[in-house]
């Protein structure tokens, strides 16, 4: 039996908060998290939720909240949310012994977790209140090399829309230089360089002219806001250094080159952009990546459907492009997926991880 199997054998029967049968559940969850964060390379935030799993009973406001959750924890995806509350208040130093095992990457994380509940319960019970906004922009590689797919039939002038911007960095990807399996492409001037490791063919280089970009988020995350950034920067895990780089420089280059990103709902928003006139010679590409699993059936609805009629009206001169970087339904692999207009055609691309670190490309 694995590890953290063990401890899902152990540890998770006789609890009373919230009832035995969901804080089972609510462990299950953080040690599938820990599990999958062990495997994308992330050892100490695995280390960290199961630690999180075990001293669960010192922190009875968070476990009551996640307990009573309404609806799908997973897909909410709680653990992450728990991750990112601690290690915000890590980065805050206002616990040092949590401080001390994230400055070290290692230690005596279950005392220090456990101090940590005991000094902020209700306080991380609150945090987990706002959903993961990553705001990867390692994923932004996969986009790019998906718009250049989609986009080489059309010509290269593209109107990007983002449902669920965060804080609009996927917006600027024409700000970013990247090697995708050989094949530069993007700024190569950028301070950001992104390359993911790719498996499959390199993608052929297409140069694209974003003419304007804008999207729409529940919760945008204003890059000017220190106290936001924070909120982002927290929701990185703590030993992927390489990512905390790449979203600092991702904020500097948003803070010189502020996106555009509305408060809004995400099918209100969509529906109305895509209703709006397009210019002749430009392709409407709407973008979106790990964003699908928060919306629930009758927006993602409502969204199929104004893309199938916006794709009923798109031609030669006024084509459209839907690009997701989403999991597929049974949640085993995340698919890059490209529908194009007009025909209605649809590819897989890619499967690229969830943070875009690696990528096997069928083009």
Known sequence: MSY??????????????????????????LLRQAQAASALGSPFVCDVLVAVARQLSHAPHLALRLATWPGDRAAAALALRVNGALHALARSGTVPSLAAIYAQRGGDIDRAVADAFAAADALLARSIDHPTQTNEVGRSGALYAGLMAAAAPFG???????????????????????????????????PLRIAPHWQGPA??????????????DLAPIDVADPAACERLLGFVWADRSDRMAQLQAAIG?????????????????????????????????????MVRQYLDIA????????????????????????????????????ELVVTTWPGGETRLLAHPDPYGDRVHWFG
């Open 299 to 334: 927006t993602r609805l409502r969204i199929t459907r104004a893309l199938e009629r916006a794709g009923a009206r798109a031609d030669a001169r006024r084509p459209l492009i839907h690009l997701a970087y989403e999991w597929d339904v049974a949640r085993r692999n995340v």
């Open 156 to 190: 290269h002038s593209i109107e990007l829309l983002e449902a669920g911007s965060s804080a609009g960095l996927n917006l600027n990807l024409a700000r970013y230089a990247y090697c995708l399996g050989g094949t530069a492409a993007g700024d190569p001037a950028s």
């Open 253 to 289: 280059i948003a803070r010189l080159n502020p996106p555009v990103v509305e408060y809004g709902d995400a099918a209100d928003w969509i529906e109305a952009r895509l209703d709006a006139p397009q210019t002749a010679g430009t392709t409407r590409a709407l973008i979106h990546s």
């Open 4 to 29: 953290i199997g063990k401890i899902v054998a152990d540890g998770l029967a006789g609890d009373t908060l919230g009832g035995a049968d969901a804080m089972a559940a609510v462990r299950a969850d």
């Open 203 to 216: 993608p052929a280089r297409v140069p694209l002219q974003i003419v304007s970009a804008r999207g729409v």
